[in-house]
């Protein structure tokens, strides 16, 4: 089933910059609109930056102008970057398809995700 691993998070100050990457197993980001996701503490996961399969890209307004997604079908990768980093961009972030992928856990269908990368900028 598909395997997705996050990297790159870290702790970084307010303005700093930072470049997650989302190495892809078992299926092909070129033929799968592609999307990083993040989640707050005590908040619900919310889609920051899309990726279409024709290279369209959609930003949540609140990170429009400062993060940049793409992809590299050659090293079947996602990648973020994310920079003029504010104190409320701190969450785990997540790279997946849009929708989700799904996969079969116990007979059961759900939405797979990865561990994430933590992402903290301190004020």
């Known amino acids: 089933q598909v395997q997705l691993v996050e990297s790159g998070g870290g702790l970084v100050q307010a303005g700093g910059s930072l470049r997650l990457s989302c190495k892809a197993s078992?299926?092909?980001?070129?033929?799968?609109?592609m999307a990083w996701y993040r989640q707050a503490p005590g908040k619900q996961r919310e889609l920051v930056a899309r990726?279409?399969?024709?290279?369209?890209?959609n930003y949540a307004d609140s990170v429009k102008g400062r993060f940049t997604i793409s992809r590299d079908n050659a090293k079947n990768a996602v990648y973020l970057q994310m920079n003029s980093l504010k104190p409320e961009d701190t969450a785990v972030y997540y790279c997946?398809?849009?929708?989700?992928?799904?996969?079969?856990?116990?007979?059961?269908?759900?939405?797979?995700w990865g561990q994430g990368t933590q992402v903290t900028v301190s004020s």
């Open positions: 997946n398809s849009d929708p989700a992928f799904s996969v079969l856990v116990s007979g059961t269908i759900r939405d797979y």
């Open positions: 078992r299926t092909q980001v070129r033929f799968n609109a």
């Open positions: 990726l279409s399969t024709g290279g369209n890209t």
